[in-house]
């Protein structure tokens, strides 16, 4: 339509050729809508099928003489509720049939005690007193609704409630066999419901689990892309020579580090996702009641981190221009840090994935990072730049964003050191396998991932409504790290932990 | 059930007494809950009414003898139909009730084409051409469900399309009189539908496009609150003469600068209110085409104004101590950053609670900010930290945080600006009142909106997922700003300014 309107618009009449052209065009943006679509998740392309199979085998109930003669027209419900109630993963399938079952047998047993209650007065009154109730309940129920937690799990169950007693107290003011049609209904929504989670569980099953698992593994992931995308476009200068003595921002990188963008608004997918879960029986890996809540909890860590990163983003298109020479003298804690709170976040995201117990290279790049910002503080101690402006008239306000993004990298490593614990807790919780044979190999720094947890106190993981970010932390540098009192450590040293932890990879890597 | 289990736990069985002393403590608990619901928001009352007055009158198909002898079991249909789309939203009804009423049209009459055509083959044949066609139709229809546009707008009317269709399609195998019943049913669902929406629009009307304004106000709102708090938190030292030298943090305070947190999380509400109110009729101030994208545009911006302060606020619980005279050395320029930036939002905010064109006040309080800024550049080239560590020893590391709040500062100041902008393009397009007689008064600075709009050339609103902060932006002092070349106007300036913007702000709030 927007097309044909231009073409009006600027005073050419559509023509017998532009009109096919148009419908064209439009029908071949939508071909390659779908098949983007369906080559994204081909899950998807699968369910569709899923959904006609489950109609055509519930239409039996028309098509098959013997069935149609049991159940006469109630069929129809059969076909009703596969429609309905058939949902994209198990978890969606299951929470619509269960509370549509449940919603339907309730409602139906209180409105035929009502029908049976009014029955007993006069045939005017009982309009009267049908009416009365259907008006309280469906009032009643409607507000329940707006209870959250009602809303969140028994929604759908709770307009089922409402539509099947409204149905079953009016229709029984009038139906001389309401009981026979209502055992009739009951029946073919129970096998509808039945018919659906069958094929959904059996033919190429849709977890929300398994989709909320990979979502949060996949966020962390695009934080480590983003953060390494950081770290090259902002600290590496091509022409270092360059005459004019300021940091030129690689903007032909600058779409390496925009994976994050994503992470910022998937709370909502995480939520529903983990509300289906709840749903889920027991498959593979995950148990009946898996510890969903706290992959919510890990998630809200990789938004908040994602919300620092969001935070460094603006300092690599910012149009200020930090004094080359003094980014050279951060430049390499500031480096450290990226690269080691990027190992990290990688292998978190490849502990989820293979839900297997974080490797003891995590802590490896975490004490690492820890070790980067205490070289940080001692390149600033002894910064020129506090002394007397550096080089090309560095004042502090000139150098505020160069200490805002090594400010925001010391916050990012203190954030990556929260989804560390999350995530321990998480692989306690969840009993995620143990690693097998990295634990016995005496080069790579591995205390049992328990004890670890036991050792680092009471987890307490931030909540995003709680929140309240981890503060500039430098003082971040824990009492246990064995940096403490040796705040710059020789760079020989730091290369040695790198170095271990690159084993430790290796390792982790090859079992 | 969990307290029956703690009471098991600890050992005491629960007597006689304690059963209902438990079942007393949740009916209360759930009381207060509900009471709490319907006291923030009495609507929700009335909509729970409104569902049982719909339901009511609808039922009269089957009380009312004329009504039932004309529609018979049909009527039925009408009460189904108004407890699926009854929302609380006249939008939310709106929407429901019209992809209803479409999909059901146009599935009835695409399901008797197939029935037609599959009776013109054999008997048996006809099952099976009305079962592949069913399975086609439903599987493309679901496939269009995945589309983002159509999940967003059209959803359920795709899930009705494939039920009224695989009904008429699979009943019509066997109904005789399938064309009577199939046009009761339409038309007691299209009289269904109309109750839901003349009720939901006669009788106190909860219009979605109201809400999404006026959450977009109060977010802006809760900004402007959060800010304050936090400048008064951080900035105000109430034992200045503290022997310890290092800022005081006001943590009986803390909560002053809580109110950002929900607008974080606000986008999935705004977007499905902009959503529904798209369907809505014009109603009031707000026409049938109102500009709801542009809302959602300003809650983008409002979203990314509560990440900064999110971002301030962990300076706030920081336990990295600032040396006091360094703070006290840039506190005058951040606390009129603070407090202008406060006041621009709270005239924001009230801009589109009222509806009328942004107040002049609101260019004077983001030219004062804007001054306050160069101020602050000024305050710290002049600093004596730059020079040699000001008082109790500060290096460069030391006052890292207090300079990533003047960063913020100046980051949520060009952040205003970004929502005024956006806020005045709004006005236009919704075309706000103007204000009466503000304009005549010749003491307030009264620029006409529209020219200021043009005068600030193209504007154009980051939206939240091209994203970007507005980096740190001290080089944003306009070259159109009264304060250029004169970076530090002296202090009784500026106190004109604010003073001229109070008047400002009081004939507006005559008129």
């Known amino acids: ?126 309009a009267m007193v049908i009416g009365v109730v259907v008006f309280i309940l469906a009032a009643l129920t409607t507000f329940t609704r707006f209870f959250p937690r009602i809303k969140k799990k028994y929604d759908y169950g709770m307009v089922i409630f409402i539509l099947t007693f409204s149905m079953v107290a009016v229709s029984g003011y009038r139906a001389e066999k309401i009981m026979v049609m209502s055992y009739q209904r009951l029946l073919t929504v129970v096998i509808g419901g039945a018919t659906c989670i069958i094929i959904s569980i059996l033919v190429c099953p849709a977890w929300a689990g398994e989709d909320l698992q990979n979502l949060i593994a996949g966020n962390i992931e695009k934080l480590a892309k983003s953060l390494e995308g950081f770290g090259n476009a902002y600290f590496c200068f091509p022409d270092e020579d360059d005459e004019s003595g300021v940091v030129a921002k690689g903007d032909d990188k600058a779409y390496d580090h925009q994976h994050y963008k994503s992470v910022l608004n998937s709370k909502t997918s995480e939520e529903s996702l983990a509300t289906f879960a709840w749903w889920e029986i027991g498959h593979g890996e995950f148990r009946f009641r898996h510890p969903w809540k706290q992959y919510l909890k890990v998630g809200d860590l990789a938004r ?52 297997t117990h974080p490797s003891p290279a995590i802590q490896t790049h975490l004490q690492t990072s820890k070790a980067a910002i205490a070289d940080l503080r001692a390149a600033l101690q002894a910064s020129p730049a506090a002394g007397a402006g550096a080089g090309a008239g560095a004042d502090l306000f000139s150098i505020i964003p160069v200490l805002a993004v090594a400010s925001i990298l010391t916050d990012i490593a203190a954030c990556v050191d929260k989804i560390s614990e999350s995530t321990e807790e998480l692989s306690v919780k969840a009993r995620f396998k143990k690693p097998g044979k990295a634990d016995n190999n005496s080069s790579a720094p591995a205390p049992a991932p328990e004890l670890q947890l036991l050792h680092r106190g009471t987890v307490n993981p931030v ?49």
């Not at 231009?6 to 939508?30: E, M, N, Q, R, T």
């Not at 190992?343 to 502990?351: D, N, Q, V």
């Open 1 to 126: 339509m927007a097309a044909v309107d231009s073409l009006s618009a600027s005073g050419a009449k559509p023509g017998f050729k532009a009109i096919p052209g148009i419908v064209k065009d439009k029908v071949v943006g939508v071909a390659k809508n779908a098949s983007k679509i369906g080559k994204d998740d081909p899950r998807k392309v699968m369910h569709c099928g899923k959904v006609g199979l489950a109609l055509t085998l519930n239409s039996l109930f028309y098509y098959y003489n013997p069935l149609y003669d049991g159940f006469g027209q109630s069929g129809i419900w059969a076909v009703l509720t596969v429609v309905v109630v058939f949902e994209f993963t198990v978890g969606g399938t299951l929470s619509k049939s269960l509370n549509r079952g449940f919603a339907t047998f309730s409602a139906a047993s209180l409105g035929f005690g009502v029908v049976y209650l009014a029955q007993l007065s006069g045939r005017d009154e009982q």
């Open 463 to 511: 909540a995003e409504d709680e929140g309240g970010y981890a503060a500039v932390a430098i003082s971040g540098t824990s009492q246990d790290s064995p940096e403490i009192g040796n705040s710059n450590p020789p760079e020989d040293e730091t290369k040695k932990i790198i170095s271990k932890s690159g084993e430790a990879n290796n390792i982790v890597n090859k079992t």
């Open 304 to 355: 908040e981190c994602a919300s620092h990163i969001h935070a460094l983003s603006a300092y690599l298109t910012s149009e200020n221009q930090a004094p080359i020479e003094f980014v050279k003298t951060i430049k390499e804690p500031c480096m450290a840090m990226c690269s080691e709170s990027t190992k990290a976040l990688r292998e978190l995201s490849s502990t989820l994935k293979t839900m």
